[in-house]
């Protein structure tokens, strides 16, 4: 070799092995790699092919190059080559060959070689006025020794632009590049297979939590396709505040993580109250027992009513009677008061809270002499839930399995693609007046992307038609209550604009809401816009 041929290679060697530890692509630097090995022996064509995991019985056109033809891509539409044939038989193409044989093989003319199976080759030529000669297939081994792909260089060229054969110091120099080229496919494949199983794991413990109770349908799966249309629609936004805000590829996965694990605390919340759909729901719905009392009470009234007629006159008989049959037509509606009260569907009014108080002092002697109560405490105390079916007590412990998912997030070592991943999970219920929780967290405190998964936590839970306690809300329902939010400064309503219109709100409503629920929203007279 000449001098400066020697510091050329020396040269290219350098650049790619600084390409190895500065190119973020891996399919870039194969190619680097690939247009390295032809530049260092002078080819006029280069093609990585690669084994696809989930058939290992094929090579597939990876990376393909040629400069007579001018051919230079990535193909996704070539046919993969057959390494075995049904009755297991090796192929003869020689790409085939590299790889069962796990060696370089080195073919002077192609044309003259009755060893491999060129026909493809000579049909390629025939069709594009080409002349394939010289082969040099070098397999792809991993750390492990297990062949992972072929690189094949077809057609050294001379000084002359004459086709002449691979020369041995080329072969070791390509020989080393395809460890080289071996490496990036094998760290790529690690990398990958750790993301999957992550994600995997992530999507699994979210998955979990759904499945958890029927309360919770789908919200852990859901909220994320909620937050990556909203940060999506950000990126292409002309909103003044976020017209220069651009989430990069690695904020959006970030995001994305995050969402999926936002209400993994969910998952120590007890049961009896993530299913608590009535107020006396716990392990059954109470309401039942009322009804057993109250006809219980009834027959007691009956049966007290006909042991006092033997003393009675015709006249007290009647009257007793009347009054025994008014107070069951009481009690009949006392029950239905309850049985609508239990429902939590409105918000209680201070008249309605004194009527259980009322019904709560009803008790009678049984027949064997005990004092029975038509409501308990605990009863009485659940059915003066003002809003919704939970008490004080069971919202805090609803409440805290955000700081459970604190504790369970931050306890993570997270590499730093994925470091906010804590904080944009566990503020979404933070209100930008400083009115949400658990950190009561104000303005700039809460980042964007947390801000982002505030609409898309309430988005979701409004909107959803899977809960056994709720049918999911009109659209316009929802929206005017996320624009009230938006007006009392607990959203975020440059957020909330960029939803209305760039119109995610009613992508994702068609891909997930019941058409009863999909209605027309009025965006003139919606709240919150900006």
Same mark, same amino acid.
């Given at each position: 070799?000449?001098?400066?041929?020697?510091?050329?290679?020396?040269?290219?060697?350098?650049?790619?092995?600084?390409?190895?530890?500065?190119?973020?692509?891996?399919?870039?630097?194969?190619?680097?790699?690939?247009?390295?090995?032809?530049?260092?022996?002078?080819?006029?064509?280069?093609?990585?092919?690669?084994?696809?995991?989930?058939?290992?019985?094929?090579?597939?056109?990876?990376?393909?190059?040629?400069?007579?033809?001018?051919?230079?891509?990535?193909?996704?539409?070539?046919?993969?080559?057959?390494?075995?044939?049904?009755?297991?038989?090796?192929?003869?193409?020689?790409?085939?060959?590299?790889?069962?044989?796990?060696?370089?093989?080195?073919?002077?003319?192609?044309?003259?070689?009755?060893?491999?199976?060129?026909?493809?080759?000579?049909?390629?030529?025939?069709?594009?006025?080409?002349?394939?000669?010289?082969?040099?297939?070098?397999?792809?081994?991993?750390?492990?020794?297990?062949?992972?792909?072929?690189?094949?260089?077809?057609?050294?060229?001379?000084?002359?632009?004459? *086709?002449?054969?691979?020369?041995?110091?080329?072969?070791?120099?390509?020989?080393?590049?395809?460890?080289?080229?071996?490496?990036?496919?094998?760290?790529? +494949?690690?990398?990958?297979?750790?993301?999957?199983?992550?994600?995997?794991?992530?999507?699994?413990?979210?998955?979990?939590?759904?499945?958890?109770?029927?309360?919770?349908?789908?919200?852990?799966?859901?909220?994320?396709?909620?937050?990556?249309?909203? #940060?999506?629609?950000?990126?292409?936004?002309?909103?003044?505040?976020?017209?220069?805000?651009?989430?990069?590829?690695?904020?959006?996965?970030?995001?994305?993580?995050?969402?999926?694990?936002?209400?993994?605390?969910?998952?120590?919340?007890?049961?009896?109250?993530?299913?608590?759909?009535?107020?006396?729901?716990?392990?059954?719905? +109470?309401?039942?027992?009322?009804?057993?009392?109250?006809?219980?009470?009834?027959?007691?009234?009956?049966?007290?009513?006909?042991?006092?007629?033997?003393?009675?006159?015709?006249?007290?008989?009647?009257?007793?009677?009347?009054?025994?049959?008014?107070?069951?037509?009481?009690?009949?509606?006392?029950?239905?008061?309850?049985?609508?009260?239990?429902?939590?569907?409105?918000?209680?009014?201070?008249?309605?809270?004194?009527?259980?108080?009322?019904? #709560?002092?009803?008790?009678?002697?049984?027949?064997?002499?005990?004092?029975?109560?038509?409501?308990?405490?605990?009863?009485?105390?659940?059915?003066?839930?003002?809003?919704?079916?939970?008490?004080?007590?069971?919202?805090?412990?609803?409440?805290?399995?955000?700081?459970?998912?604190?504790?369970?997030?931050?306890?993570?070592?997270?590499?730093?693609?994925?470091?906010? *991943?804590?904080?944009?999970?566990?503020?979404?219920?933070?209100?930008?007046?400083?009115?949400?929780?658990? +950190?009561?967290?104000?303005?700039?405190?809460?980042?964007?992307?947390?801000?982002?998964?505030?609409?898309?936590?309430?988005?979701?839970?409004?909107?959803?038609?899977?809960?056994?306690?709720?049918?999911?809300?009109?659209?316009?329902?929802?929206?005017?209550?996320?624009?009230?939010?938006?007006?009392?400064?607990?959203?975020?309503?440059?957020?909330?604009?960029?939803?209305?219109?760039?119109?995610?709100?009613?992508?994702?409503? +068609?891909?997930?809401?019941?058409?009863?629920?999909?209605?027309?929203?009025?965006?003139?007279?919606?709240?919150?816009? *900006?």
């Amino acid at each position: 070799m000449l001098h400066s041929e020697t510091h050329e290679i020396i040269s290219q060697l350098a650049d790619l092995t600084s390409a190895l530890t500065t190119e973020k692509d891996h399919v870039k630097l194969l190619d680097r790699i690939i247009i390295g090995c032809m530049n260092l022996t002078n080819a006029d064509g280069g093609t990585l092919y690669t084994v696809d995991g989930e058939n290992a019985n094929e090579l597939h056109f990876s990376i393909l190059h040629n400069r007579s033809l001018d051919i230079h891509q990535k193909p996704r539409n070539m046919p993969a080559v057959k390494i075995y044939n049904a009755q297991k038989q090796a192929s003869k193409l020689v790409a085939a060959q590299a790889f069962v044989q796990q060696k370089t093989i080195n073919i002077p003319d192609a044309y003259c070689s009755d060893q491999y199976d060129f026909s493809g080759t000579r049909k390629f030529d025939k069709q594009l006025g080409y002349y394939s000669k010289s082969f040099l297939c070098v397999p792809l081994q991993d750390h492990e020794g297990e062949v992972i792909g072929v690189l094949q260089l077809i057609n050294a060229l001379d000084k002359n632009n004459q *086709v002449i054969t691979f020369p041995e110091y080329q072969q070791h120099l390509v020989e080393s590049l395809a460890s080289l080229a071996a490496t990036v496919l094998t760290k790529r +494949r690690l990398i990958d297979a750790q993301r999957e199983l992550f994600e995997s794991f992530i999507k699994m413990m979210g998955r979990a939590i759904d499945h958890k109770s029927p309360v919770t349908g789908k919200h852990c799966e859901q909220v994320p396709e909620i937050a990556m249309l909203l #940060a999506e629609a950000v990126n292409q936004s002309g909103n003044h505040k976020y017209a220069d805000t651009q989430f990069n590829e690695q904020e959006m996965y970030e995001l994305r993580i995050a969402a999926w694990l936002h209400d993994c605390g969910k998952i120590t919340t007890p049961e009896h109250i993530i299913d608590k759909a009535t107020k006396l729901h716990s392990m059954f719905d +109470r309401i039942e027992l009322l009804e057993s009392r109250t006809r219980e009470y009834k027959l007691q009234l009956q049966l007290n009513h006909y042991r006092s007629l033997p003393g009675l006159s015709a006249d007290e008989a009647k009257q007793a009677e009347l009054q025994m049959v008014s107070q069951c037509r009481t009690l009949d509606d006392d029950i239905a008061f309850l049985k609508q009260s239990n429902t939590g569907s409105e918000f209680m009014a201070d008249e309605d809270v004194e009527r259980i108080r009322q019904i #709560a002092e009803i008790s009678w002697t049984d027949c064997d002499g005990n004092l029975r109560q038509l409501l308990t405490e605990d009863d009485t105390e659940n059915l003066c839930i003002r809003k919704g079916t939970l008490l004080p007590s069971e919202i805090q412990v609803m409440r805290d399995h955000i700081k459970v998912t604190i504790d369970m997030l931050e306890s993570l070592p997270y590499p730093k693609p994925l470091a906010q *991943v804590p904080e944009i999970a566990c503020n979404h219920h933070e209100h930008l007046d400083g009115s949400g929780y658990p +950190r009561s967290l104000t303005g700039d405190k809460i980042s964007l992307r947390a801000r982002i998964m505030c609409i898309a936590d309430i988005f979701e839970a409004l909107t959803s038609a899977d809960r056994p306690y709720k049918k999911g809300m009109l659209l316009s329902q929802a929206m005017n209550i996320i624009g009230r939010k938006v007006e009392d400064n607990h959203l975020d309503a440059n957020l909330f604009t960029v939803f209305v219109e760039s119109g995610a709100y009613l992508q994702y409503a +068609r891909q997930h809401m019941t058409p009863r629920q999909i209605d027309d929203v009025d965006l003139e007279t919606l709240p919150g816009l *900006v």
